[in-house]
């Protein structure tokens, strides 16, 4: 798999908190994440309101170009999700496989708070 944002192939990798970890995809060029639905199946019970501190986050231009999912055959386009609790991270959320990219500044900003609680909160709100 693929980066969608810079074509560099997507590597493994835990995020852990103290209840559990999940496996995450990481771009090693851009620091983007992608999370898979079985990932989000694993921690969408985990739900409860954090605070998400912005401190850098790629500019409006980046965020609004549309991405491919990297994880579908046809690699059809992703939809831009509003963060439910900051209206300045946009998530990019494919309406096929329904997994998420997230940008490294928009990562960092949730892994102010507890990472796994905060990525429960924003899959829970998708879901519905
Ligand atoms: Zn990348
Ligand atoms: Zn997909």
């Given at each position: 798999m693929d980066c969608p944002r810079c074509v560099t192939p997507l590597k493994e990798e835990a995020l852990k908190d103290l209840t559990c970890s999940i496996q995450v995809d990481n771009c090693p060029s851009c620091?983007?994440?992608?999370?898979?639905?079985?990932?989000?199946?694993?921690?969408?019970?985990?739900?409860?309101?954090?605070?998400?501190?912005?401190?850098?986050?790629?500019?409006?231009?980046?965020?609004?170009?549309?991405?491919?999912c990297p994880s579908c055959n046809l690699h059809p386009k992703m939809s831009k999700v509003e963060h439910a609790r900051d209206k300045k991270?946009?998530?990019?959320?494919?309406?096929?496989?329904?997994?998420?990219?997230?940008?490294?500044?928009?990562?960092?900003a949730?892994?102010?708070?507890?990472?796994?609680?905060?990525?429960?909160k924003v899959f829970s709100l998708l879901i519905k």
């Open positions: 620091g983007g994440t992608w999370f898979d639905k079985d990932e989000l199946e694993q921690i969408e019970n985990i739900v409860e309101l954090a605070i998400v501190e912005i401190r850098k986050i790629p500019n409006k231009k980046d965020q609004f170009d549309k991405l491919h991270v946009i998530i990019d959320h494919c309406p096929i496989c329904e997994g998420i990219w997230l940008d490294k500044g928009e990562l960092d949730i892994q102010k708070d507890n990472v796994v609680k905060t990525i429960g």
